[in-house]
């Protein structure tokens, strides 16, 4: 298998089934950015680097994902809009075990 299936719902409250390729090293938060999902300049600001927040999403699904890092972590302790299942995009890289992963995008910070 090469692609999985992720619903992503966007800030807008629109939700999208996409095509996500677990043989290209890609992170969640390149799969938004790739399929035009949240406004460019919006997500992924730090270029996926765990220093910005901008890519923070809900996860809703019951996947096991990693633990967070302590960069992870940090960041989150100072983002917006935090929710217990609050991951940052650029933490979750896209392997096989994801297929079906659900997850909302937080809203913008501004």
């Known amino acids: 298998?090469?692609?999985?299936?992720?619903?992503i719902i966007d800030r807008e409250g629109v939700s999208h089934e996409v095509d996500a390729p677990t043989d290209m090293n890609?992170?969640?938060?390149?799969?938004?950015?790739?399929?035009?999902?949240?406004?460019?300049?919006?997500?992924?600001?730090?270029?996926?680097m765990a220093m910005c927040a901008s890519c923070q999403c809900y996860?809703?699904?019951?996947?096991?994902?990693?633990?967070?890092?302590?960069?992870?972590?940090?960041m989150l302790a100072e983002a917006f809009f935090v929710k217990d299942n609050s991951r940052l995009g650029c933490q979750i890289h896209?392997?096989?075990?994801?297929?079906?992963l659900?997850?909302?995008?937080?809203?913008?910070?501004?």
């Open 94 to 100: 896209i392997t096989e075990d994801l297929d079906g």
């Open 1 to 7: 298998m090469s692609d999985i299936k992720i619903k």
């Open 102 to 110: 659900e997850v909302e995008l937080a809203p913008a910070e501004d």
């Open 26 to 48: 890609m992170n969640l938060m390149e799969v938004v950015r790739s399929y035009e999902l949240a406004p460019e300049g919006t997500i992924g600001i730090c270029g996926g």
């Open 59 to 74: 996860v809703q699904s019951e996947h096991e994902l990693p633990e967070k890092s302590d960069d992870e972590e940090a």
